[in-house]
């Protein structure tokens, strides 16, 4: 079984600045996917970034960027220049390869991130 | 358009009572899913569902059921609710590989009392 760690419960930062979220996981599996999912108060689950475990490539998106480390079995997720609207829920998320079946995201506990004005 | 849609968004019943809650996705996907979010925010897979086909049972009570008239469906029906199923239940839907990630409804929030 996967297990995944947010060992921040909460962080908060000023507008414009950049934040660090961390991840970390364990697995015994070679091929599986990496996520980061921002729930906002509107409790909606958006997808923030994606990254498969065969890429060495860091996943980028604008403003959202991961560190991705296989062999540390770390993913964390960067914030640059933050806004008032990424304050947010951040749950970090494992799937294995489904290899044609059907297989579930496995979360950490989320990190309750406040960016204040 | 609403890709993943859920109703109701929210409920409250009394504990003993049968609920369903719908889902429905227009995304063409292969397989739907339900978490469970409790009070601290956790969530976990409850089902999953493939081609109409129950592939996931998280050991969740056999009073939580999964229906799926089709593809496009995947019904939540809790029979004899208790204070303790209260939480937010999402449904999701994902196609084939995960390149694409989930697409989640919005939630139902449940409360039992």
């Known amino acids: 079984a996967q297990t995944v760690t947010q060992s921040q419960p909460e962080m908060s930062v000023q507008e414009a600045e950049t934040v660090t979220l961390s991840c970390t996981y364990d697995?015994?599996?070679?091929?599986?996917?990496l996520f980061w999912y921002k729930q906002p108060p509107s409790r909606q689950m958006i997808l923030v970034i994606r990254?498969?475990?065969?890429?060495?490539q860091n996943a980028t998106e604008n403003r959202f960027s991961v560190n991705f480390q296989k062999a540390a079995k770390s993913f964390s997720l960067k914030i640059s220049d933050s806004q008032l609207g990424d304050t947010a829920m951040y749950f970090c998320?494992?799937?294995?390869?489904?290899?044609?079946?059907?297989?579930?995201?496995?979360f950490g506990k989320g990190t309750h991130l406040i960016i204040q004005p | 358009d609403t890709a993943v849609s859920q109703t109701p968004k929210y409920l409250v019943t009394q504990m003993g009572n049968d609920k369903s809650i719908k889902c429905e996705q227009n995304?063409?996907?292969?397989?739907m899913y339900w978490y469970k979010q409790d009070s601290k925010k956790f969530l976990k897979i409850m089902f999953s569902y493939n081609n109409k086909e129950l592939i996931i049972n998280e050991t969740v009570p056999n009073r939580f059921s999964p229906k799926s008239p089709d593809k496009a469906h995947l019904n939540l029906h809790i029979n004899s609710l208790e204070l303790g199923d209260s939480a937010v239940y999402f449904c999701?839907?994902?196609?084939?590989?995960?390149?694409?990630?989930?697409?989640f409804g919005s939630g139902t929030r449940l409360t039992v009392v």
């Open positions: 999701a839907s994902r196609q084939g590989t995960a390149n694409y990630g989930y697409t």
């Open positions: 998320a494992f799937m294995k390869h489904a290899g044609g079946g059907a297989d579930g995201l496995t």
């Open positions: 995304l063409g996907h292969d397989t």
């Open positions: 990254q498969e475990a065969y890429k060495q």
């Open positions: 697995t015994s599996e070679n091929n599986y996917y």
